[in-house]
């Protein structure tokens, strides 16, 4: 993995709509393409999806060092309008992103995963001068995420900070 380009961004107010999943990280992986197939399915039938607007990301709300591994929270989530009417169901939450973040641009393949968060902590954060905000950190997917070790893609990875 190549050192990632570190920007400062500052969303105003990004509305998503997500599915969460509670328990491991191993078993997020292996249920996340059923996951996104449940949102996509319900962004199609709604007529949210915007071609070349449209972001899709994942979205971490604990931190693995505090919760227990099977009591881990993801989402799997994607952007929609900010006037789109959204109905929440049993599955299909919404939610606003806002704030400040540092955002790692990493070309990573699926192994690499793992490293680019432990250099946006470790590397970035903790030696760096930012603070970490009370938020959730997600990665947006610049281009689809590869489907295996050989492969890479563009992913950023959002950090929130003061």
Do not use: C
Request: glycine residues 4%.
């Amino acid at each position: 993995m190549k050192e990632p380009t570190i920007t400062i961004e500052t969303i105003e107010t990004m509305r998503v709509i997500y599915v969460r999943f509670r328990g491991t990280y191993i078993d997020f992986r292996k249920n996340s393409k059923k996951l996104f197939e449940q949102l996509f399915s319900f962004a199609e039938s709604h007529q949210l999806i915007l071609p070349e607007v449209t972001k899709v990301l994942t979205i971490y709300h604990d931190n693995p060092f505090i919760t227990d591994a099977q009591n881990l929270r993801t989402s799997v989530a994607m952007t929609v309008p900010k006037d789109a009417v959204v109905n929440e169901t049993d599955e299909i939450s919404i939610m606003t992103i806002s704030g400040k973040f540092g955002v790692g641009h990493f070309e990573i393949s699926l192994g690499e995963y793992g490293d680019a968060w432990n250099y946006m902590y470790q590397n970035w954060l903790f030696e760096g001068k930012n603070k970490a905000r009370d938020a959730f950190p997600f990665e947006l997917y610049v281009t689809e995420p590869p489907k295996n070790f050989k492969t890479k893609s563009l992913t950023n990875i959002y950090i929130p900070v003061e």
